[in-house]
C-alpha cells in the first residue's frame, strides 16, 4: 500500500483526469507484482470552485453521498481493480456536491465486519449511522462509525482492515 500511495502521489499531476491517473497506476502496478496482486481504488478530485468532484472508480466501493436531497451511492461505475489486466482503461464521472454535504469512502472491511452470527455489518447500518449523525463533527461521526462497527464485531481482533474517510463541502 505505500508504494501504491506514493505512486499515486507521483502520477497525480496538475492536468491528469483521474481516469488516466488510475490508468497509469494499473499498467505500472501490473508489470512491477505478480498477477494476484491488484488493489481496488477510488481516485478523485474535489473543485471547490463549483463542488464538484471528478472521479475514477477501480473496483471500489462507491463513496456514499448525504447531501440535502437525501443519500446516494454517488459514482455508481467501478471498473476493475488496478493491476488486474494489462492496459485496462478506466471511465470517469462528475458529481455534483451541495453546500455542506457528507462524502463517505470506505473499505470492506467497514461493511463486510462480520458479528458472532456471521451476518455482515453491511453498508445500510453505515448509511443509516452517517445520517443519523450527519449533523455532528467529523470526528465524531467517524467515532460513532468504528465504535458500531466494533461493537458489532463483538470486540474481536478485525477480519480486516477498517478504513472510513469522511469529507464535507463548505
Same mark, same amino acid.
Given at each position: 500500500?505505500?508504494?501504491?500511495?506514493?505512486?499515486?502521489?507521483?502520477?497525480?499531476?496538475?492536468?491528469? !483526469?483521474?481516469?488516466?491517473?488510475?490508468?497509469?497506476?494499473?499498467?505500472?502496478?501490473?508489470?512491477?507484482?505478480?498477477? $494476484?496482486?491488484? !488493489?481496488?481504488? =477510488? =481516485?478523485?478530485?474535489?473543485?471547490?470552485?463549483?463542488?464538484?468532484?471528478?472521479?475514477?472508480?477501480?473496483?471500489? =466501493?462507491?463513496?456514499?453521498?448525504?447531501?440535502?436531497?437525501?443519500? $446516494?451511492?454517488?459514482?455508481?461505475?467501478?471498473?476493475?481493480?488496478?493491476?488486474?489486466?494489462?492496459? #485496462?482503461?478506466?471511465?470517469?464521472?462528475?458529481?455534483?456536491?451541495?453546500?455542506g454535504d457528507l462524502l463517505?469512502?470506505?473499505?470492506?472491511?467497514?461493511?463486510?465486519?462480520?458479528?458472532?452470527?456471521?451476518?455482515e455489518f453491511g453498508s445500510?447500518?453505515?448509511?443509516?449511522?452517517?445520517?443519523?449523525?450527519?449533523?455532528? $463533527?467529523?470526528?465524531?461521526?467517524?467515532?460513532?462509525?468504528?465504535?458500531?462497527?466494533?461493537?458489532? #464485531?463483538g470486540g474481536g481482533p478485525?477480519?480486516?482492515?477498517?478504513?472510513?474517510?469522511?469529507?464535507?463541502?463548505?
Open positions: 500500500m505505500a508504494g501504491l500511495q506514493a505512486s499515486v502521489r507521483s502520477l497525480a499531476l496538475p492536468g491528469v !483526469a483521474p481516469c488516466e491517473v488510475n490508468r497509469r497506476l494499473n499498467d505500472m502496478l501490473h508489470q512491477s507484482t505478480s498477477a $494476484s496482486r491488484y !488493489a481496488t481504488l =477510488f =481516485f478523485g478530485l474535489y473543485d471547490p470552485q463549483d463542488r464538484s468532484l471528478h472521479y475514477s472508480n477501480a473496483g471500489h =466501493f462507491p463513496p456514499i453521498h448525504i447531501g440535502a436531497h437525501g443519500t $446516494s451511492r454517488t459514482c455508481r461505475r467501478a471498473d476493475l481493480p488496478i493491476g488486474l489486466m494489462p492496459s #485496462s482503461l478506466y471511465g470517469e464521472g462528475r458529481r455534483e456536491l451541495g453546500l463517505a469512502l470506505y473499505t470492506d472491511g467497514v461493511v463486510e465486519t462480520p458479528n458472532a452470527g456471521g451476518e445500510a447500518r453505515l448509511v443509516e449511522i452517517l445520517t443519523r449523525h450527519q449533523d455532528a $463533527s467529523l470526528a465524531d461521526m467517524l467515532a460513532r462509525v468504528i465504535e458500531a462497527v466494533d461493537g458489532w #464485531s478485525p477480519h480486516d482492515d477498517v478504513t472510513l474517510v469522511l469529507a464535507r463541502t463548505r
